[in-house]
C-alpha cells in the first residue's frame, strides 16, 4: 500500500520533557477508543531524556517500579487535521493522568494548567502571544553530519549574505513558506506575519494572541511540527535548534504576554502614568530568570547562543521598546500594554517555558518588586545580573531554586534536574573536535 492510498488516522500525542511528540497512530475507525479515555502509555514516556533513554538508574521512574501505565486523555480543543497525511487523518494533544485520575506529575501541559488554575483563583487570565523563529536546510544533514542553507539562498555554496526581512529570501523559499501558512490555516492556527531573519535559511511566523495560554502552547507546538513536515515535503530540514551555525544569529522563542482581570481589563495598563505594576512584573521574572534558565535553555547547544553582541541577552535587564534587554516593554498603556520575554530559545518546551515566565510574572502580581533602573539603549545594564553561559550552572540553580519548587513541584525539579545533569555531564566529557585541531598539535 503506498501512501497516497493508506487509510486516514488518528494521532494522540504526548508532550515529552524536550517538548518532542510521542504517541500512539490509531485507524480512524477505531477514534472511539480515545475519546473514552482507554489509550495507555508508560507514564515513564514523560521522563525521556534527548537520546530518548529514560534513565531509570537516576530516576527510578521506569522499570525499578515496573514501568507502569498512565492513561493519554485528549484535550478535544486541540483536535486537528494533519494535511501531510492521508486524507481524513487527525491529531489530538493529550495530558497523562494515572490510573487513579490524577495528571501526571511530569506532563508538562499539567504543569501549565497548574499554574494558570492559581491565575484564575485570584481572577486573572494571561494573555499570550509566541514568536517562533527557525532554520530550513538542506535535507543531505544525515550524510554531511552538518546543517547547510537551502541552495536556492546561497551562492556556490556560501550563505549569500544576511536576510533580515529580505523579501528574495522570502521568495526564494515561497513554496515552502505557503505550504507552511496553508497548513497552520488547515489546523486553526492564528499565524500572522513571516519574515525572514539574519540567518541563511532562518525563518520567524508569530502567533496571535490567546487568552488561554494552554492553546498558546498547543499552537506553538503545531507550529513547529507543521515547520517540519511542510519541510520535508519541499525536501527539506526544519531545525529549533538554538544555534545550528557558529557564524549566524541564534533562534529565539520569543514571548508577549499580558494579564486581564474578569472584567477583561487589562491589568498592566499604566494609563499615562508610572507603570508600577508592569515593573513589578518585570522584576518577578527577571528576579527568577538565572533560576528559570535551563528552561529556556534546555541543552548544551542552547548556551551557544548567549553571547556578548547578539541579539540573545547576557544580561538580565530590563527596557522599554529596547530589543537588547532580557524583559522588553513594547507598550504600557492601553489595551496592549505587556511585557516581551526574550531570553528563550526555540529549543524551548512551549508549556515549561510559559509557566516559567507566568510564574515570575505572578510574584510580581502577589508581591511589590522593584525591578531596578531600565536599560537604555547604548548604555550597560545598571546592576551585575547576568545569565549564565554555562549548561550545568543551569541545571544546579534549577535544582536548588524555591521557585522552580513551587512552580513545578519538588518531584518535576528533581526529575528534570537530574536528567538535564547527565546530558550536561555527557556534553562535558565529550572530546570535540575543536579540542583536537587545537590542543593535540600544540600540547
Request: charged residues 25%; contains cysteine.
Amino acid at each position: 500500500m503506498t501512501a497516497e492510498n493508506a487509510p486516514p488516522r488518528i494521532e494522540i500525542l504526548l508532550v515529552g520533557m524536550n517538548g518532542d511528540l510521542r504517541g500512539k497512530q490509531i485507524p480512524l475507525e477505531a477514534e472511539k477508543k480515545v475519546w473514552e479515555g482507554t489509550v495507555r502509555l508508560p507514564s515513564s514516556t514523560q521522563s525521556l531524556d534527548v537520546w530518548g533513554d529514560d534513565n531509570d538508574d537516576i530516576t527510578g521512574l521506569s522499570l525499578s517500579i515496573g514501568d507502569p501505565d498512565g492513561v493519554c486523555i485528549p484535550d478535544r480543543r486541540s483536535l486537528a487535521p494533519m494535511p501531510w497525511a492521508p486524507d481524513g487523518s487527525l491529531q489530538v494533544l493529550s495530558t497523562m493522568h494515572e490510573l487513579d485520575g490524577s495528571p501526571s506529575f511530569m506532563d508538562p501541559r499539567a504543569s501549565l494548567a497548574a499554574l494558570l488554575q492559581r491565575y484564575e483563583e485570584r481572577g486573572l487570565t494571561p494573555v499570550v502571544a509566541t514568536e517562533l523563529e527557525f532554520y530550513v536546510v538542506e535535507d543531505d544533514w544525515r550524510e554531511t553530519g552538518r546543517p547547510r542553507p537551502p541552495e536556492r539562498l546561497a551562492f556556490r555554496g556560501e550563505p549569500n549574505g544576511f536576510q533580515l526581512y529580505d523579501m528574495s529570501a522570502v521568495d526564494a523559499l515561497d513554496g515552502y513558506l505557503q505550504t507552511v501558512r496553508a497548513w497552520a490555516k488547515a489546523q486553526g492556527l492564528p499565524a500572522d506575519a513571516t519574515t525572514a531573519e539574519f540567518g541563511p535559511g532562518q525563518f520567524e511566523i508569530n502567533l496571535l494572541h490567546r487568552s488561554d495560554a494552554l492553546a498558546a502552547a498547543d499552537d506553538c507546538i503545531y507550529l513547529k511540527r507543521i515547520a517540519e513536515q511542510a519541510a520535508k515535503h519541499h525536501g527539506l530540514k526544519s531545525t529549533c535548534m538554538a544555534k545550528p551555525y557558529a557564524d549566524h544569529a541564534g533562534s529565539g522563542l520569543h514571548v508577549h504576554a499580558s494579564i486581564i482581570d474578569r472584567d477583561g481589563n487589562n491589568i498592566l495598563d499604566a494609563k499615562g502614568g508610572e507603570p508600577a505594576l508592569l515593573k513589578s512584573v518585570c522584576a518577578g521574572m527577571l528576579d527568577t530568570m538565572r533560576d528559570a534558565q535551563l528552561i529556556f535553555a534546555p541543552f548544551a547547544n542552547s548556551y551557544r547562543r548567549f553571547q556578548p553582541g547578539s541579539f540573545a541577552p547576557v544580561d538580565i535587564d530590563w527596557g522599554y521598546g529596547h530589543r537588547g534587554t532580557a524583559v522588553r516593554i513594547p507598550d504600557k498603556d492601553g489595551p496592549a500594554a505587556r511585557i516581551e520575554h526574550r531570553v528563550a530559545g526555540a529549543d524551548s518546551n512551549p508549556y515549561l517555558l510559559l509557566a516559567a515566565i507566568l510564574g515570575g510574572m505572578l510574584l510580581g502580581v502577589e508581591q511589590t518588586l522593584d525591578a531596578g533602573l531600565p536599560t537604555e539603549p547604548g548604555q550597560p545594564a545598571p546592576g551585575n545580573r547576568r545569565l549564565t553561559h554555562d549548561f550545568l550552572t543551569a541545571v544546579e540553580d534549577f535544582a536548588a531554586s524555591a521557585f522552580i519548587r513551587d512552580v513545578f513541584g519538588e518531584r518535576y525539579q528533581r526529575l528534570y534536574a537530574d536528567t538535564k545533569r547527565k546530558e550536561a555531564l555527557t556534553y562535558l566529557r565529550t572530546v570535540s573536535d575543536f579540542d583536537y585541531r587545537t590542543y593535540l598539535p600544540r600540547i
